[in-house]
C-alpha cells in the first residue's frame, strides 16, 4: 500500500511560481515512477510531468513544457513540482500519482487508467 500526500497548492497570481510537495509512505519508493495529474472542473484528469524511478528521466505535457520541473529524492520519499509562469489555465487539482515501474522511462506513467496510486490532491489557482 501507497499513500501519498500532496501539499503546496493555493492561490496565485497569474506569472507567479509555486512549488508542489508530495510525500510518499511506502518502503520501495524508488521502485515507483512518479507523476503529477491535474483536474480542472468539468474536464478530465490530465497528466502534467512524470519522473522515472531514478530521476534520470522526465517527461512532460506540451502545455507546461518549458514552465513546470518535476523532480524527485528516494532519500526522502519525496517528489516536487516546481511551476512558473503560471497562467490562468493552470488552475485545477493536482494530484501525486505512483507508477510500479519495471524500467526507467517516464513515458510509461501518462495514463491515468494506468496508475497504481493516488493522492487526493492539492487545489492550485490561478489568477489576477
Known amino acids: 500500500q501507497v499513500r501519498l500526500a500532496e501539499s503546496g497548492g493555493r492561490l496565485v497570481q497569474i506569472g507567479g511560481s509555486l512549488r508542489l510537495s508530495c510525500e510518499a509512505s511506502v518502503r520501495t519508493f524508488s521502485n515507483y515512477a512518479m507523476a503529477w495529474f491535474r483536474q480542472a472542473p468539468g474536464k478530465e484528469r490530465d497528466h502534467v510531468a512524470s519522473i522515472s524511478v531514478t530521476g534520470a528521466d522526465t517527461y512532460y505535457a506540451e502545455s507546461v513544457k518549458g514552465r513546470f520541473t518535476i523532480s524527485r529524492d528516494n532519500t526522502k520519499n519525496m517528489v516536487f513540482l516546481q511551476m512558473n509562469s503560471l497562467k490562468p489555465e493552470d488552475t485545477a487539482v493536482y494530484y501525486c500519482?505512483?507508477?510500479?515501474?519495471?524500467?526507467?522511462?517516464?513515458?510509461?506513467?501518462?495514463?491515468?487508467?494506468?496508475?497504481?496510486?493516488w493522492g487526493e490532491g492539492t487545489q492550485v489557482t490561478v489568477s489576477s
Open positions: 500519482a505512483a507508477d510500479l515501474a519495471y524500467n526507467d522511462n517516464a513515458r510509461t506513467s501518462t495514463l491515468a487508467s494506468t496508475i497504481d496510486y
